[in-house]
């Protein structure tokens, strides 16, 4: 289980690094719940738009790609993205 939450934050960091102007400043963690694994994703406060997006569709397309990763390796997770 630890094995898979690893590879779906290693997805979201990957994708997320190549959006924002500071990349180092990019963590992402996973929190184990009962029944689903949250995934909460830190940005620079300059790149929380970048990630959000115009409407929020970045941060929806985020949700969907990691809501597919997750449903292929059979676990529940939620991307929460934290100032």
């Known amino acids: 289980m630890a094995e898979q ?6 997805l979201i960091e990957y994708v997320v690094k190549a959006l924002v102007d500071v990349p180092d400043q990019v ?3 996973a929190v184990r719940g ?6 909460e994703l830190h940005v620079a406060k300059e ?3 970048k990630v959000i997006g115009k409407q929020g569709r970045t941060a929806q ?4 790609l ?6 292929k390796i059979k676990i529940r997770s939620v991307l929460e993205i934290i100032e």
Not at 5 to 10: A, F, R
Not at 34 to 39: S, Y
Request: charged share 20%; hydrophobic share 30%.
């Open 27 to 29: 963590r992402v963690s």
């Open 34 to 39: 009962e029944q689903t694994t949250v995934i």
């Open 5 to 10: 939450e690893n590879q779906l934050t290693e």
């Open 47 to 49: 790149d929380l738009g």
């Open 61 to 64: 397309s985020l949700r969907t």
């Open 66 to 71: 990691l809501n597919a990763a997750s449903t």
